[in-house]
């Protein structure tokens, strides 16, 4: 069964610091790995996302690091700010054209 | 926002009973699947919808069932309601096809209690 294991589980940064959240994938069955970004009572909202024909990607404050040996790959947030706060899941492709989602870090950014 | 909107927002049932979620996908996506997220847990793939058809399925019983519709809209159907189906239900449209892999988008989710 394909897993997706996400640390840490939580997560506390002084505003301006650095946020880093990793994943390892066993398989994936095809290849995208996208980022979400989940506030208490909304639905997961897409934030960055790579193929790994590249591995780096930068938007803004948010660096997606990917490393296909490994089959690792992490989300790098700089200059964390208060607003960040929330819950991020990285997830792999399905065998069926689904997303299995890692169990979350629940990221603090304290003022 | 997304584009893709779910109703309703809240629901309470009672154990046994049945319950009906709807979703409204994205424009020009072909594709909707359903998750379900626990307290404090990832999403978890229910099943997935291609032009009307179904054409994946998490690890989730005969119970819960689906529809899809003409302009892509699409039902979650859950029977014989128990206490752990209580959880946020997350649509999610997407292309799919030969797009597979591409952008997912989530609705708001409804949170169902069931009681």
């Known amino acids: 069964q394909q897993q997706v294991k996400q640390s840490p589980q939580s997560l506390i940064v002084q505003k301006g610091g650095i946020s880093i959240i990793n994943c390892a994938y066993e398989?994936?069955?095809?290849?995208?790995f996208p980022w979400y970004q989940q506030f208490p009572g909304k639905g997961p909202a897409l934030l960055i996302a790579?193929?790994?024909?590249?591995s780096e990607k930068k938007e803004g404050r948010f660096t997606i690091s990917f490393n296909k040996s490994a089959k690792q790959f992490s989300l790098h947030i700089r200059d964390s700010q208060p607003g960040d706060s929330a819950t991020y899941f990285c997830?792999?492709?399905?065998?069926?054209?689904?997303?299995?989602f890692g169990k979350g870090t629940k990221l603090s950014v304290k003022p | 926002e997304t584009g893709v909107t779910q109703s309703p927002t809240h629901l309470i049932k009672t154990r046994g009973q049945q319950v009906t979620l709807r979703c409204s996908s994205q424009?020009?996506?072909?594709?909707v699947s359903w998750y379900q997220q626990a307290l404090g847990q990832g999403p978890q793939f229910i099943f997935q919808?291609?032009?009307?058809?179904?054409?994946g399925r998490g690890n989730f019983p005969p119970r819960f069932s689906g529809l899809q519709f003409p302009n892509y809209s699409s039902e979650l159907n859950v029977n014989a309601l128990e206490l752990d189906d209580s959880a946020l239900y997350l649509c999610?449209?997407?292309?799919?096809?030969?797009?597979?892999?591409?952008?997912?988008?989530f609705g708001q989710g409804t949170r169902l209690t069931v009681v």
């Open positions: 919808y291609y032009r009307e058809e179904e054409n």
């Open positions: 997830a792999t492709g399905g065998s069926q054209g689904n997303l299995i």
């Open positions: 398989n994936t069955a095809f290849d995208y």
């Open positions: 999610a449209s997407s292309l799919g096809g030969e797009e597979i892999g591409t952008e997912a988008f």
């Open positions: 790579i193929r790994p024909d590249v």
């Open positions: 424009s020009g996506h072909n594709t």
